[in-house]
């Protein structure tokens, strides 16, 4: 059948990208589109122009994302090493260089622009790990400490800006991957435990107490020489309860504040529980169809500080309601879901493995941004992606998405 020359040339074109999940794509520039609204909605007053820029960076980011996935994402892994040491590099050069804000020294100034490399660490330990993990099954103890030892470097790095928020995603990509890759759960819970008793210890103490015994049979579980696996389980535990005090002091004032305000915003409500406060009555008075775009009374009248970065979700609650606030929980809902699909069906351990990674970075910061906005998580400074304003971040969560659009698009199909 003869074909016109148009079509055969749309079709043409649009075949290196046959196989992404379009799906995926079109969750993300919706959640774009969203979050330039929102900011719109929140400079109403003020006439900023952030929600343009976040337009821009948007777009730029959906054409990176458009050319890796049509890029094999396979070529990546033979620049691991060299996306390594620069993104290490990066974070001394911010410490050393960087612009001061908040506390933290946290911005690379190029020109008259910021970058923030700790954002762009998020990917590049992706990729390493990822690469780590293809090379071999991370099913002894001696190669998850390898593992760990390559995300401890840049985590310490960004923890020393100090930057607790991006240290806490690190982890949590790190955590995920290694699960991914075949660690076992029980040494992954033992690797979080002293945390989680330094907290409980100060907290509540039957409780601590409880966690070190379950933390006993954990050892004595999943470790070698099951009885010196769980006194030594038992031992960093009960140690590690008395050490919180000394960890806690090495934390900065505002971090200290961030983490424990959400507790009871109303010691301070003027002070270190203003935002919680405020971003509360903000999310209720939405109520379930919320007040309307550009109504918002807490969001007009700036009520919320940086309400068109960590608290966007406050300003969508408010003006958009319980329905619209669910909507964008579904939306994300459907793009964790994607990438664990995309995760199953790759075609090898590197891809499923960067898929997996970007799940535990969307996740994490998903999770505590809208728990902090509600009460239920410290506040971080931790954006939510798509929606947030912010130049690196923005980049940093496309790149992530074209590579596994990639790993999607380059996976082995069966042709019947």
Known sequence: MFRSPSRWNFKSWIQPWADIDWLL??????????GSIAIRSVELSSGGTNWIQHLVMGGIGLVIALWLARSRYEEVERWRWWIYGGINLLLIAVMLFGTTALGAER???????????????????????????????VNTLPRMFQILGIAAVPAALVFLQPSLGSTLVLGSVSMSMLYWGNANPGWLALLISPIISAVLFNVYAPAWLAWVGLMAFAGWSSLPWRIFGALGAMVANLVSG??????????????????????????DPMG???HLIQSRIAIGAGELWGQGLFK????????????????????????????????VLIGFWLICLRLVSIAQSAKDNFG??????????????????????????????I????????RSAMLTNFVG?????????HRQRLRF
């Open 352 to 381: 499923s493995a960067i898929a997996i990674g970007v799940l535990g970075m969307l996740v994490f910061q998903i999770a505590i941004n809208i728990g902090m906005t509600i009460g239920l998580a410290p506040i971080t400074g």
């Open 272 to 274: 270190g529980g203003y």
């Open 383 to 390: 954006p939510l992606p798509w929606l947030s304003y912010g």
């Open 25 to 34: 794509l079109f969750l993300v520039t919706a959640m774009t589109i969203g």
């Open 107 to 137: 911005w690379l100034t190029i020109g008259s622009f910021n970058i923030q490399p700790s954002e762009f660490a998020k990917v590049g330990l992706i990729i390493t790990l990822a690469s780590a993990i293809n090379q071999e099954s």
């Open 296 to 327: 918002g009374t807490q969001t007009q009248l700036n009520f919320i500080p940086e309400q068109d970065t960590d608290f966007i979700f406050a300003a969508i609650g408010e003006e958009w309601g319980f329905v619209g606030s669910i909507a």
């Open 401 to 409: 998405i074209g590579l596994v659009l990639s790993v999607a698009n």
């Open 242 to 267: 008395g050490l919180g005090k000394i960890f806690w002091d090495l934390l900065k004032d505002y971090q200290k504040a961030r983490i424990t305000m959400f507790l009871n915003p109303d010691q």
